[in-house]
């Protein structure tokens, strides 16, 4: 069985609203192109697509079907779609090519948050019993996860501004980011919180946007790229959808998803925590060391485009290898309330 | 060339009542709510919880052993919402919290009604408000109040009561209907925008993909088959040939035409992709393939950027088409 690797990488612009459709053609059209100009790839080339969106946050019923559009699906394609980040997306397609039935697949993310009211749309995700008919949004959930860890001792409002300005100042080098700019943690901790206990700089900007992720079996992609990102490591985890029954400030999702992806060793971690709460617990949680360099891009409180930053994590660790920066990496996705569901990539660049 | 123009875009509101039928456990607890009362249950490590789960989290077992506990508990954790979004539990500003109901072990979220950050704090006691006429729904928990207030605290303005459902003969509840509503801005793609500004004239523009030369109305952002962008506009005619048809015979909700009547592919001449369309002005059993048909087009202070400006096509009672003229485009 071949081993699988990353050789291309692209995202849109990530803006606060674009006018386009909910259904990402227009983010697509100019993302793909740029993935297939890097890795001198076209349409024929593809043997397996997949892609990550949500109709809810479109608004629109089979909205994957109109993005479809934008990679052009005659002849017919081999083509599937996940109803979550597109990081399990790729989880798909790094199977499509380990059965040894394809050779190649490009993975797409999508959503245009703005649409709607998004920390409102996001509550449809909860149980739908006993949990989603209260409306709760997702910036509330966050608020009770982040004030059980502050009132438990287990991080401070200062750890939580750091992990924003540390965001926000590398995202200032990524010319797709949302946010970014060079704060003090003071002036940060000087601002009003806005949802008690968080404030603003501690949560992820709400985002429209698009990336993509080109895979290919290890010898084809020695052929496309000189360092491909090969994936040693690919698991996912799962926590009760009972929020109240959970133990929310750990993620025992990641540490069990973590171990079974062996991440020692790693120099480099992409996290995806859309609250800076978020990324001590996963940080905890992997046990990643202060050697441990968490982010370059920003991450996602620089730039968070629903159902494509959990993709576009993987993406960023990936390029590091590509060109060369690091030798392993790690790259997280997480999908659900208060971290429900996550997932961990270790790529490493194999000679 | 063509000029950007802002693209259309209009608010859309979808709405669904969501019906769920219940498994044992939660149809007990949504009847003991009608009840005014709350029900857990213990998992194999004795431990209750509250709201009911069905399977027991490490053996993952079938639970069975239900427990009253109180409608009084402790705030374990909290956050504030300073504006509401519609359907929460109270409509002005409140806490969530995660709630340990004194008996329970594990925590309920729901709504604290308090009027600011200073009366609300981890530990504090709070107790159930019902709703005035529970249905069995987890709404039939209004919100919590601090559990020493008074009855003289006013009710908090709170979001409209989700429907009562049909209940078994003995009065167990059986489902829940959650309606959800929600409201976007749906925004139409530039080529798409053209398209409905030309209809407001009157006009039908369609797009050529600049790789495989086909002609679509409506037009697309990226043709399907080569992925790229469309963008050479074609003035297209308001007449064509029925491909294909059904004849609608069922009533279905929001029908506004009675049954039977004929939807039909409609090709436009110089198009290359049918769109719907409705065939009257003649009897549902003579529309046939390759019916040469033209717009009908409704009074022109009725029109706007919609196809709704055609009311339907209508045979033009020229020969037919022949088959092999549009067998590709079926």
């Known amino acids: 069985m071949s081993n699988v690797a990353v050789v291309g990488f692209a995202q849109a612009p990530n803006v606060r609203n674009t006018q386009g459709t909910t259904n990402g053609v227009e983010m697509l059209v100019p993302t793909l192109a740029e993935a297939f100009e890097q890795t001198g790839l076209s349409k024929s080339d593809i043997g397996f697509w997949c892609s990550g969106s949500s109709d809810y946050l479109a608004g629109r019923a089979f909205s994957f079907i109109s993005a479809v559009d934008a990679i052009g699906a005659f002849p017919p394609i081999n083509e599937s779609h996940v109803e979550m980040d597109a990081a399990w997306a790729l989880y798909e397609a790094w199977v499509k090519i380990l059965t040894g039935e394809v050779d190649t697949a490009l993975v797409y993310g999508f959503g245009k948050s703005s649409a709607g009211t998004l920390r409102r749309v996001l509550s449809l995700q909860l149980d739908p019993y006993v949990a989603g008919p209260l409306w709760p949004d997702s910036i509330s959930i966050a608020g009770l996860q982040a004030r059980l860890g502050l009132e438990s001792g287990r991080w401070t409002e200062e750890a939580m501004a750091e992990v924003a300005a540390r965001s926000l100042a590398d995202a200032t080098t990524n010319d797709r980011a949302q946010r970014s700019g060079d704060a003090e943690v003071a002036e940060l901790l000087a601002n009003p919180v806005v949802a008690d206990p968080l404030r603003a700089h501690d949560i992820a900007p709400v985002t429209d946007g698009a990336s993509v992720v080109v895979l290919a079996a290890e010898e084809r992609a020695r052929e496309i790229v000189d360092r491909p990102a090969v994936i040693t490591g690919f698991e996912h985890r799962i926590d009760s959808p009972s929020l109240g029954s959970r133990d929310l400030t750990d993620s025992p999702s990641t540490r069990a998803a973590a171990a079974a992806a062996g991440i020692d060793g790693v120099e480099l971690a992409e996290l995806h925590a ?19 360099r968490v982010n370059p891009s920003g991450g996602a409180l620089a730039a968070n485009p629903m159902f494509a930053a959990g993709l576009t994590r993987i993406g960023e660790a990936a390029k590091q290898i590509i060109d060369g920066t690091a030798g392993k990496v790690l790259a997280h996705a997480t999908s659900g309330p208060a971290l429900q569901q996550n997932l961990v990539t270790v790529l490493e660049g194999i000679r | 060339m063509i000029t950007e123009e802002t693209p259309l875009h209009a608010p859309l509101e979808i709405g669904f009542d969501y019906t769920r039928s219940l498994g044992p456990v939660l149809a007990h607890f949504m009847t003991q709510l009608a009840n ?20 027991d989290p490490h053996t993952a077992e079938a639970l069975t052993e239900f427990v009253d506990v109180s409608d009084v508990g402790t705030v374990r954790t909290w956050s504030w919402v300073s504006h509401p979004v519609e359907g929460q539990p109270i409509q002005r500003p409140f806490a969530w919290a995660l709630i340990t109901l004194d008996g329970a072990d594990t925590a309920l979220l729901h709504a604290v009604d308090v009027d600011s950050t200073e009366q609300i704090h981890t530990g504090m006691r709070v107790r159930v408000r019902w709703a005035d006429e529970p249905v069995g729904h987890i709404t039939d928990i209004a919100y919590f109040v601090p559990a020493d207030a008074g009855e003289e605290r006013g009710d908090a303005p709170t979001p409209p009561r989700p429907p009562a459902t049909e209940r078994a003969e003995d009065g167990t509840v059986r489902t829940v209907i959650t309606p959800i509503q929600l409201d976007y801005t749906h925004s139409v793609s530039p080529e798409e925008s053209r ?38 506009e074609v003035e297209l005619p308001d007449t064509g040939i029925v491909t294909t048809f059904c004849i609608v015979n069922v009533p279905f909700l929001g029908q506004r035409i009675q049954p039977p009547y004929v939807t039909a592919y409609i090709l436009l001449d110089g198009a290359d992709i049918p769109f719907l369309h409705l065939v009257l002005g003649c009897e549902a059993d003579e529309v046939r393939m390759g019916m040469r048909v033209r717009a009908a087009w409704k009074p022109r202070e009725e029109w706007e950027t919609s196809l709704q400006n055609v009311s339907h096509f209508e045979p033009t009672g020229e020969p037919d088409a022949p088959y092999d003229s549009y067998a590709h485009h079926l």
């Open chain 2, 36 to 55: 005014r009362r709350i029900t857990g249950i213990r998992g194999s490590d004795g431990r209750v919880h509250v709201p009911p789960v069905e399977y």
């Open chain 1, 274 to 292: 859309p609250f800076t709460h978020q990324e001590l617990i996963l940080r905890e949680a992997l046990g990643l060391d202060s050697g441990v």
């Open chain 2, 195 to 232: 398209y409905l500004r030309a209809l407001a004239e009157g006009r039908m523009l369609g797009q050529r993909c600049p790789e495989c030369e086909k002609v679509y109305i409506p037009p697309r952002g990226a043709c399907p088959t080569d992925g790229v962008p469309t963008t050479t």
